[in-house]
């Protein structure tokens, strides 16, 4: 059996980064190739980042049943996870990675409850909007609401098995690689200690109180609106 792994985290914490990097550090990992129906974004490729299909194709693809799970995103576009990305990796006896909002993930929990989910977030909210401005790929409108639907997201964190602040980015990879392996492991019946106790810091409930201070700076900005 595949482990389906979940990845959330508000748009700009650098989730595609962190994803890309692990990736090339465990093996036997598949990454899932979501459908959309958001236009490419710079260098994007179809085939590559998404599947960008129309609104017409998409709902065709609801119709026939194609979609493991699917969700609109930022009020707007609708996003998908297609079950053949599944099925092939429990053919390929590869792990699945899905990187969903958190609509999408409390539907694969439902389906998957085996499923392990991983919520990163950014340092705090001006280091979020930094980054999103960094990407230099959005204009300041469409900044403005992935930041928004940032600060929404964001208290759903609690939902998740693991937190990944990531903040130092080389730390964030050892991390979430950490994870993906000793989830592996303890399904394989051994465990390497050192993964182990890595992962273990960022469990939910060891990381509660480091998150009040990046809550907060989403909170407070919602009150000021700045
Ligand atoms: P997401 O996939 O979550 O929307 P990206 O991976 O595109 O985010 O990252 C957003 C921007 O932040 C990119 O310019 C990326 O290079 C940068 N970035 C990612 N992780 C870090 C980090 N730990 N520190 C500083 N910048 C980062
Ligand atoms: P972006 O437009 O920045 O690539 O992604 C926007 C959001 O859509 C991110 O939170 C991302 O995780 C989410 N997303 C990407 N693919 C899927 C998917 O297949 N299903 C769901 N539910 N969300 C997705």
Known sequence: MSIVF?????????????????????????????????????????GREYYFITREEFEAMIHNGEFLEYAKVFETDYYGTARRFLEQAERDGNDLLLDIDVQGAAQIKKKIPDAVSIFILPPNRAELEQRLRNRSQDDEA?????????????????????????????????TLAAILLSERQRRMGGADAAQE?????????RVRDRLQPILQSFAETAVTGK
């Open 6 to 46: 979940i990845i959330s985290a508000p748009s700009g914490s650098g989730k595609s980064t962190l994803v890309n990097r692990v990736r090339k550090c465990v093996p036997g990992l598949e990454f899932s190739i979501s459908y959309t129906t958001r236009k490419p974004r710079g260098h994007e490729q179809n």
């Open 142 to 174: 469409v900044i403005q609401k992935r930041l928004r639907a940032g600060s929404r997201e964001i208290v759903n964190y609690h939902r998740y098995e693991y937190i990944v602040v990531n903040d130092r980015l080389e730390e964030s990879v050892k």
């Open 197 to 205: 106790a890595l992962a273990e810091k960022s469990r939910l409930a």
